[in-house]
């Protein structure tokens, strides 16, 4: 009889959920077919609206925690491991052996104690706040359930009473429904209507207490592991000063944004394999290309791109330059001057040949050669090399006065190439073993870096006469100074 009467209530309270869950249902359907009100609490739904808010950013805090965490760990691992690896390498009669494995020791253990607060003061912490959130979220349910209960039994006790036969049991019953769902909600109401504001003030202080506490574990941290890795580097001083001799240098890797000018500087080729040199152009393009504009403005001079001087070539032995008899007769007019060889300072002072044999002494001229021919034959070296020195400079001092030689304006000093070099850009020369080259100043100064000249072909100069096409920039190692 006990257990039949056992299932007769549970199958009766399993009757009254059921009916409740259609009443629900209906009930919901009417409010959103507007044949129902719906009794609504503004502030409790703006509660409710922070309680939401308030727990995604407590849950995405733990998540987050829990990724720093887990880091924390991860990096403990690659310390240890890197510890291990200094331990392995470190000879035993190397000295402070004892002490880096004293440091790495430490180390580890700082790392644990590092971890183990963290999960103490912090993700224990946060695991607790969230803990009173679930409830709170299914007592905020229930309470809208009862809510719609509350409305049914409202709107069925109206509708009893507006009927036109009225029932006095089914309306006093109604009633009775009534008051009952009502005390049941008001004191779910209540209750939440003072937790929810108080649990969205406490996220402040709950904030502050959980990153206070994150924030100093690490400040302790670092500063622990400051102390360590300046006990390292004490200890690994000392095997420095003892193998100083064997200490390995880093040098500097080149930056992969370095500017392309940065790095063109010419480096001329092995003399025993001489590179092919391309055709020479007055316009100096490296590759072909349309002609420069006569009159056109020069390019911006690539010394405001180059970066540092070029690389210097292999030290090459500069022959003598000889004086033909063709340039000294153009000189002096009509003064016959016998061939002659001039030697540069580099090279030991030799007696000069002259065309058909050695220049005889000064004691041994033949007879009848006059006083003056004596003279003139015992100078004649240093006359030559003034004068030659003063047509480089551009003038020549001559029995019809000062004479001007034709050269580019601003004309300082030939040059003569001792490589090839190939023109990388539009602004720069083309130079071939052997050309010479009229040295001109820069028309800006400050477009000039080291180690680059502005300058002018002889060639190009004396058959265009055409600064502004012809002239261009130059490695200065490429070339050698002939005057």
């Given amino acids: ?283 100096h393009d490296p590759e072909p290309a349309s002609a420069a504009t006569p009159g056109a403005a020069l390019p911006k001079s690539p010394s405001q791109l180059r970066k540092g001087p070029p690389v210097p070539p292999p030290p090459k032995h500069t022959p003598s330059k000889e004086v033909k008899q063709e340039q000294i007769l153009s000189l002096f007019d009509d003064t016959f001057v016998p061939e002659i060889s001039v030697t540069t300072p580099s090279q030991p002072a030799e007696a000069s040949e002259v065309a058909g044999g050695t220049q005889p002494a000064a004691g041994a001229q033949e007879p009848g050669e006059s006083a003056a021919s004596e003279a003139a034959s015992n100078s004649l070296p240093a006359v030559v090399v003034e004068t030659f020195s003063a047509a480089v400079n551009g003038t020549v001092e001559g029995g019809n006065g000062t004479v001007r030689l034709d050269l580019p304006p601003g004309f300082m000093f030939k040059v003569q190439a001792q490589h090839d070099y190939t023109a990388t850009d539009t602004d720069e020369l083309q130079l071939k073993a052997g050309d010479v080259v009229l040295v001109i100043p820069f028309q800006n100064p400050e477009e000039q870096d080291e180690g680059w000249l502005m300058g002018v072909k002889e060639s190009d100069w004396n058959q265009h006469k055409d600064l502004e096409k012809c002239r261009g920039v130059f490695p200065e190692n490429f070339t050698e100074r002939v005057q």
């Avoid at 007769?8 to 009443?23: D, E, F, P, R, Y």
């Avoid at 733990?62 to 310390?79: C, F, G, N």
């Avoid at 206070?212 to 890795?229: C, D, T, V, W, Y």
Wanted: charged residues 30%; contains cysteine.
């Fill in 1 to 283: 009889m006990a257990e039949m009467g056992s299932k007769g209530v549970t199958a009766g309270k399993i009757a009254s959920n059921v009916q409740k869950k259609l009443t629900r249902a209906q009930e919901k359907v009417l409010q959103k077919l507007g044949k129902a009100d719906e009794t609504k609490d503004e502030q409790f739904e703006q509660c409710v609206q922070n309680f939401n808010k308030q727990l995604n950013e407590g849950t995405r805090l733990q998540k987050d925690l829990r990724t720093y965490l887990a880091s924390v760990k991860a990096m403990h691992e690659a310390s240890r491991k890197l510890n291990e690896c200094l331990q392995e390498v470190y000879e035993p009669d190397w000295p402070g052996r004892d002490e880096a494995n004293k440091i790495a020791e430490n180390n580890d253990l700082l790392w644990m104690d590092y971890h183990q607060k963290l999960v103490d003061q912090a993700l224990l912490t946060m695991d607790t706040y969230l803990g009173q959130f679930p409830d709170i979220k299914s007592r905020i349910a229930k309470r809208g359930r009862k809510l719609v209960d509350y409305d049914s039994a409202r709107h069925h006790y109206e509708s009893l009473q507006v009927a036109k036969k009225k029932d006095e049991v089914k309306i006093a019953k109604a009633e009775e429904e009534l008051i009952k769902a009502q005390k049941v909600f008001e004191e779910m109401n209540v209750d939440l209507q003072e937790e929810l504001p108080s649990l969205w003030n406490s996220r402040v202080g709950f904030y502050v207490n959980t990153f206070q506490s994150i924030a100093g574990l690490e400040e302790n941290f670092h500063k622990e592991m400051s102390k360590l890795n300046q006990n390292l580097h004490d200890v690994l001083v000392s095997l420095e000063k003892q193998h100083g001799s064997n200490t390995f240098m880093v040098k500097a890797q080149p930056s992969d944004n370095a500017s392309a000018k940065g790095n063109k500087s010419p480096s001329p080729p092995p003399d025993s394999s001489p590179a092919a040199t391309p055709e020479i152009r007055v316009n």
